[in-house]
């Protein structure tokens, strides 16, 4: 990623703002000259297209008859070296020159390695005149053709592109395996809903059926009742038309007589109609969905889940987790600041913008800015201080080897709030959870926050250095002097699960770690900062060629960690550069 310089300006103009990469430059000018016929390039910024006759070597451009007569008469490039532009054309070759990016019209001469750039004179003379290690470009390239630096690069980058041909190639796989499994998820939900199409029919059908059997035998019980009382009205009706007529021709006897009969009649029909009534009912139909036919009906709603799982199939070769570059924040010397020639072996940042160190001959602590100026000192605390870590915003523990203590100092004040026996050599320190982790002679020591023995490690050998990492399973790493050698103990149960050695840890000293997890150690006799990964395994040289750095600690908050150095003694403050990182999101639709 790259941010522009102006951000305000149209996005459409940033690529102006980007440097030019000569090299690039030079090489797309190679194949133009290859191609076609060159034009004058000082010509072509007035809108003039003129037949370039000749080509600058330092200025990767070429000229016109008349513009190189003038190019030669210039004070700045008389002495630049101009070929005919027909024999460039045979075998075009790259400038051996490269423009510096912040002084237009300089060339690279140097690079200074503390700072790990390139440089022209200006350069030198602004920016890096008081940097240690400032050398020619020619000796610090001189080599790299063979070097080991440019064969690993080689190889990183083509074993990068080969993972991301890797990656294109398994991604082109998956989008291939997605489309089929969508294909049968389709298919599978097809079945299924014709399965359920068929199942409803034949349950259909099998209730419609016993449905119509019911439905007919009540119509024909209805009918036949209807039938039956339809007759019974009939022979009421006779009775009536019988007494009618009785009553309007016959004698009192003989209607007297018919009305003894049909009264008779006249209750066993009503007995009758009485039996009818008392089993007469109104019908009605209630229809009611059995319940797993809702159940379904409800659980259609959705018709299922699709879960996107994703697992880690490619993994980036083991290539150090910061990117390369440590940009050198400042450099400041001990004794230019405090007036003490003396070593420093430890220190903490109590800040991003602050740094307390342990003057050990000096007897006392300096705090300090970042950018190097002292801010304050401690009084004598009568003893050689050793290592210093924070233990609260107000409070640090330093550690006084030859006394055998440690003691609680206040921070505003950098005086002495109380001091604690541990009975034995101790030199590293550090804190963690307001536990005190105190690497001392054969053992390392665990303690509360005031200084009370919780557990200890049997080491068997001087432990220099101490520091703890908090990704994961918690981890106590400490470097072990007499062994020459770095540990890793899971904290829980005090067991050591991994054991660091190199042939060149043979005076290690200061350890620390990162944010990440990364542990780094200070070894004082090869001048290298050794970076391992949590779990213990060699990642790389994070720095190289130092004058016997001895204490080294990161910075809790932030990327930033310093390197102190003996003889003279002096400390450097280092940014990490990081690269870009790409996040894998979870698709939990």
Known sequence: MVTPLEPNVKYQEWAKQFPLNHLIVSLMDQNKLKTKEKLCDPCKSTDDDVTAVSWCLECNEAFCQVCASLHKKQKMSKHHALKNIEEMQEVPPISPYEVCENHKGKIIEAFCIDHNQPCCTTC????????DQVTTLEDAANGVLDSNDLSELLQRLKDTSALHLDLVKEKREIIKKLEDQKGAIEKELQDTRQKIIDSFDQSHSSFMQGFTQTHNRKLQELISSIQDSENRNKNIQNYINLMETCKGGCSESQVFLEMKKVQEREKEQLEELEQILAKHENLDYKFSLDDNVQKLITQLQKLGQIDVTQKVSLTVPRYPKFGRGNRLVSSFSIKDKCGVDTWVFGGCFLSEDTLLLPLFSGKR??????????????????????????????TVVVTRCKE???????????????????????????????????????KLLIMD???????????NGYIKGVTIINQGDKEIVYTNYDNHSCHFVRYSDLQEIQSFTHPDLNNLRGVTSDREGNVYIAE???????????????????????????GIRFDDNSDRFFVSYSCPAKVNIYNMIKPQTVLQIKDDS
């Open 124 to 131: 030198i003379t602004i920016h890096h005149r008081k940097c």
């Open 365 to 394: 602590l300096a705090l300090f800015k970042s950018n190097g100026d002292l801010i304050k000192q401690s009084g004598d605390l009568s003893g050689e201080v050793n290592d210093v870590c924070m233990l609260d915003p107000t």
């Open 404 to 442: 055998h203590t440690i003691d609680y100092i206040n921070i505003p004040s950098l005086t002495v709030n109380k001091t604690k026996s541990l009975g034995v050599w101790c030199v590293g320190i550090t804190c963690s959870d307001n536990k005190l982790y105190v690497g001392c002679k054969n």
């Open 449 to 459: 926050k005031d200084g009370n023995k919780c557990r200890e490690i049997n080491t």
């Open 524 to 550: 004082t006799k090869s001048g290298n900062v050794f970076q391992l990964s949590s779990d213990g395994e060699f990642i790389r040289i994070l720095l190289t060629g130092l004058h016997k750095p001895r």
